[in-house]
């Protein structure tokens, strides 16, 4: 049984910085890329970033670009999102994600999800 587990969420003024992680269970850590999405309340569901299987490749969406880094550790099968400058409209649930079939920018490739971190910037 496959297991995303978050943590790292909570409450941080804007300017701040939070740094979400993400250990993977069940599944082969390094088989997979991973990503981060986020989903603000009435939004749809958004990229923020992807890295591949071994950190060569990675992918970042542009309202995040410049403030946030996504990096992995697959000794500890677990990746990181290091968030800096934060802002009000970064405010959402943060999901892991992983992805057999590469680096991606779309929800539909996503093999598994974890169950999602709140972040809330306040201004």
């Known amino acids: 049984q496959v297991q995303l587990v978050e943590s790292g969420g909570g409450l941080v003024q804007a300017g701040g910085s939070l740094r979400l992680s993400c250990t993977m269970s069940g599944r082969t850590f390094s088989s997979y890329a991973m990503g981060w999405f986020r989903q603000a309340p009435g939004k749809e569901r958004e990229f923020v970033a992807a890295?591949?299987?071994?950190?060569?490749?990675?992918s970042v969406g542009n309202s995040v670009k410049g403030r946030f880094t996504i990096s992995r550790d697959n000794a500890k099968n677990t990746v990181y999102l290091q968030m800096n400058n934060l802002k009000p409209e970064d405010t959402a649930v943060y999901y892991c994600?992983?992805?057999?079939?590469?680096?991606?920018?779309?929800?539909?490739?996503?093999?598994?999800w974890g169950q999602g971190t709140q972040v809330t910037v306040s201004s």
């Open positions: 994600a992983a992805s057999s079939t590469g680096v991606t920018s779309r929800s539909d490739r996503v093999d598994y």
């Open positions: 890295i591949s299987w071994n950190g060569g490749s990675v």
